[in-house]
């Protein structure tokens, strides 16, 4: 039975995920820091465990994949946080948060499972970071920056990981039905379930892409976007620089 290890979910991507997977016949290590709901989950789901664990915390990660087992054929950092940043309130209480959890909450899964991959010859790691991280993103600058370092690191490691039988993936969503772009005070266009977004990750994992993104309108909309020049760019996204928004 193949192994996965899964961050983040006790809930959105996470959890939807996590059943997806299960479905596909993977045994679940659910590491989240929510031990109540993760272990609901994790009573759902045939060969599963439920592991509290802090992403922001290295010694805690580390924890939890050597309780997991240490050795797994997929590992997803899903775990992720979005606070409104707006430039002229910056808080970087607030900053420092995502910083830890999206950016080094990555990289700790990462050194946690990758050297057991490398010496197997197999496995593959995916980071769900964002399709925000493709270009700066008004009010969410912060979360923007740290999906974009998401994407230039897993890219790097992927092509040095690729002479050991290591897969990498980034997996770049759009707006997703989640607690945290239920906070969201606009119309989010095409817009998708975590169910749905499960799917299409679950698919493209399976696959071995090296890039999962969507929904295809918004990527094609952001990779356009991310041609334009800068004074146009700003032009044009300017009069949603006040907008409240919390990215999935």
Known sequence: MKRAILTGASSGIGAA?????????????????RGDLLRELASELPESQAIECDVADAASVKSAVEKAG????????????????????????????????????TMYLFDAVIPKMIERGSGRFAGVASIAGLRGLPTTS??????????????ASRIELLSYGVGVTIVNPGFVATPMTEKNRFKMPFLMTAEEAARVIADGLEHGDRVIEFPRPMSLLMRTVRLIPDAIYERAVAPYSRRKVVKS
Do not use: C
């Not at 996590?18 to 596909?24: D, Q």
């Not at 309130?89 to 950016?103: C, L, P, Q, S, W």
């Open 17 to 33: 995920l996590a059943r997806e997977l299960s479905r596909r016949g993977y045994a679940l290590a659910l590491l989240a820091r």
């Open 70 to 105: 240490g050795v797994f054929d997929l590992a997803i950092a899903n775990a992720g946080v979005g606070i409104h940043t707006p430039a002229h309130k910056f808080d970087i209480a607030n900053a420092e948060t995502m910083v830890r959890v999206n950016i080094l909450g």
């Open 142 to 155: 912060v979360y923007s920056a740290t999906k974009a370092f998401m994407q230039a690191f897993l890219e």
